[in-house]
């Protein structure tokens, strides 16, 4: 598939990390067979030398991946890679460390990219920086293409689909509730979140994108009322109570930015709300309240030094993860609702392997193959899962064995 003036039509970067190698294992069983030309990329060329020996058990072709030895830091070295190939995956992070140049890269050669980066700011600067010249090139650049945020964004957008379908309107507020799930915080994920709250310490600018509902919208659009639940509550459609859920952060942004980006579809008044979910009874209200305050005490004690060694030491590490039969045995389920012309349907987005790890590995191969594979009509620019690739992407996950389902109440 790959063309004379593009080598490859894929290129996995940072392939020897805990969660690129699962990305890699991925592609090494569903692209089997197919056309798709891609590669393995990275720094240390001997470790990615074993991660394809050990694609090559999975499928023999896997033998003769090529490998592209870059730095994430050498812009002239991002800038080669982006030029070789059609699409980037990265699991490079933090990527506001990590993945300015790749990024810029990227949107220069008309490259699409997607990553799985939960880091507002970066994605803000990401935007500021790259949108106009992504547009101009057609490289689509989508952030988000993990937990964080394809449930929401996908979730909201089959939702508003099924609504529109069934009862000839959207849902002006849509609430999204997490809290079924068994899995593990990936060391990546911990170390971003962590490196997004010390920036927040340092940075004023930093605060305000973070504290801002519309952070990542585009300027001098409309801006709905929209507001982070930040104290315990009660969902009254599935009637549970519930709790701030710390992706919220991310992921109310990406769903408006997703909003904005197809054209405010449903409503400039549209408020969308992520929460977490907890069981009906005392010991669940019990637990809202404390896990309200166990957020607020973790970002207080990550700026205090004592208790962040304390916190650094207990909290998994870039590149460690649970085994397999660890991820094999995690699972999540995210039920977003909405109402519309006297009709309120529930959409379930599951799958059943751990969220942070396997499931998202599953998720950023997939977009990646989409990117990659399918004929897609959207225009370039920093964009969304929803907003880059919409239900083709959804119809692709299903194929995997996601979950997307609708339920009326």
Not at 146 to 170: C, K, M, N, Y
Not at 218 to 235: I, L, V, Y
Request: hydrophobic letters at 45%; one cysteine or more.
């Amino acid at each position: 598939m790959a063309t004379a003036a593009r080598r490859y039509d894929l290129v996995l970067f940072g392939a020897t990390g805990f969660t690129g190698r699962l990305v890699a294992e991925h592609l090494a069983r569903h692209a089997a067979g197919t056309s798709l030309s891609w590669a393995l990329a990275g720094r240390n060329g001997q470790k990615l030398e074993k991660v394809r020996a050990e694609l090559a058990a999975i499928d023999a072709a896997c033998d003769e991946l090529p490998i592209i030895e870059a730095d994430a830091m050498d812009a002239a070295a991002m800038g080669k890679v982006a030029a070789e190939t059609r699409v980037v995956c990265t699991t490079v992070g933090p990527y506001a460390l990590y993945g300015a140049a790749l990024v810029a890269a990227c949107a220069r050669a008309g490259t699409h990219y997607c990553d799985l980066t939960g880091e507002v700011p970066f994605i803000r600067q990401s935007i500021d920086a790259n949108h106009e010249e992504a547009k101009r090139t057609g490289a689509r650049v989508v952030h988000c293409c993990g937990f964080d945020s394809i449930p929401s964004d996908l979730g909201t957008l089959f939702l508003q689909h099924e609504l529109v379908a069934r009862a000839g309107a959207p849902a002006r507020a849509v609430t999204a509730l997490f809290g079924e799930n068994s899995g593990k915080f990936s060391g990546g994920t911990v170390a971003s979140l962590l490196g997004v709250i010390d920036a927040a310490a340092r940075d004023r600018d930093v605060r305000r994108i973070l504290g801002n509902p519309h952070g990542l919208d585009p300027e001098g659009g409309p801006k709905s009322a929209a507001r982070d639940a930040r104290a315990p509550g009660w969902d009254r459609v599935l009637k549970v109570p519930t709790a701030p859920v710390v992706m919220a952060a991310i992921n109310t942004r990406v769903v408006r930015r997703s909003h904005a980006l197809l054209g405010y579809p449903w409503g400039t008044d549209f408020l969308y709300d992520e929460r977490m979910s907890l069981p009906r009874s005392a010991k669940g209200i019990a637990t809202a309240l404390a896990i309200t305050g166990a957020l607020v005490g973790f970002v207080a004690a990550s700026q205090v030094p004592a208790l962040r060694k304390l916190l650094d030491k207990r909290m998994p590490q870039p590149g460690e993860g649970p085994t397999v039969e660890e991820q094999q045995r995690g699972f999540y389920v995210v039920r977003i609702h909405g109402e519309a012309n006297g009709t309120r349907l529930i959409a379930k987005v599951a799958d059943s392997f751990d969220p942070g790890y396997a499931g998202t590995a599953r998720m950023l191969g997939e977009a990646a193959r989409c990117l990659a594979e399918d004929e897609l009509d959207t225009p370039g620019g920093v964009l969304t899962p929803a907003s880059a690739m919409g239900l083709t992407l959804v119809e692709r996950l299903v194929a995997m064995g996601l979950t997307f389902e609708i339920s009326e109440t």
